[in-house]
């Protein structure tokens, strides 16, 4: 409990005091740090990238070689929290980042996840806790600046995949590549209608850029799901696998289901029923106001959020079925998985703790499919 608070309070740490500074840092070490896909794909070496005038003056002088790095570690570019940022960049980047596109299949047509960033962020969720898990048990002050530091980096690329679709000109004002999933649709606010679909032109070219507000609001709902997720989690470890199902099913089955199942005799087509259902969220402020009121909250069920999770119609009540094996499946990762990182010594976690050396030995705490446990 005390590591999850830990990590609640850095990730508002760094949002509120630091957000700036190390939003320039991350990013910086994200375009320096990473690795060329030719190295990794390729069998032949890929030839070396040509070296900067100032690369080349401090390697054929020791001298200024050594004044450099003495000034970079004055300048905070060597201590151990630049070292963990950039450590935790690449495990972000090439551990979790990536696993919702790993396992598109499972997570979209097993466990009927809709193709949105919703899903995806969750998905994200569950293997950032699994590494914050495993980094708790580092050392001080190792543990506490990686955990702080993987929430940060989590969160800076939540905030920029949230841009890339309702403020794209955020990223061409700055010149850089939008974050991209081929898990969701990547359609940005100013991109042109789909075919078959009428806008009002001048109206959608007056709003290129959501306003920042939608942003803020955003990032703070994504804030709560990340605490609530992680919350159900770590009670999961602590009670047991039914608690552990539990969590898995309300945040990855879309908790479908929890008013009942409704079967096609249960059904009649011909009156006026309505049989589509939603488990609501009780900490959405809409759902407060009407927390009290019992009818308002079966209406609200019954209200289409957009969202693509909501209850099985009657003619599909059979995919229910398979609820229990999907729920085994997913706990069973999840335990395995931390047995596994937690197999690994602190040396292999934390790695050369070196700068340029951030991508060393991340195969070993490389995520397996979910399946395969």
Known sequence: MSSRTLATRSMKKAIHHRANLQSYTLRAASQSAVPSKSKSSSKQPASPREQAWLTKYLKEHPAAMSMFMGLSRLLGYGSPKQLAARRVMALYQQLCATRADEEMKFWQQECDLPPTFQSW????????????????????????????ALVDVFFLDVEDRIRAILQPRTFEAANRNPPVSAFYPNRRRDDPPEVGVTEDQGKNAARKNAPESLITRQM??????????????????????????????????????????????????????????????????????????????????????????????????????????LMKTLATYVRKELVRLGRLSDAQVLGTMKSGQEFEGLKLLKFGHVKEH
């Open 220 to 325: 703070k709902i994504f804030r709560e799901q990340y605490t609530g997720l992680s919350m159900a989690l770590d009670l999961g470890l602590v009670r047991g696998d039914t608690e552990l199902a539990g969590a898995i099913w309300r945040n990855f089955l879309g908790a479908r289901g929890a008013r009942g199942i409704v079967y096609t005799e249960d059904y009649d087509g011909s009156t006026a029923q309505t049989v589509f259902r939603r488990s609501v969220n009780p900490t959405d402020s809409n759902i407060k106001k009407i927390s009290d009121n019992l009818a308002a909250l079966e209406a609200a069920e019954t209200e289409d959020d957009l969202s693509g999770v909501h209850d099985y119609a009657p003619n599909e009540a059979d995919k229910y079925l398979a609820y229990p094996e």
């Open 121 to 148: 962020f969750t998905i994200t969720n569950l293997h950032v806790w699994l590494l914050v898990v495993r980094l708790r048990a580092l050392p001080p002050p190792h543990g506490i600046n990686h955990i702080q």
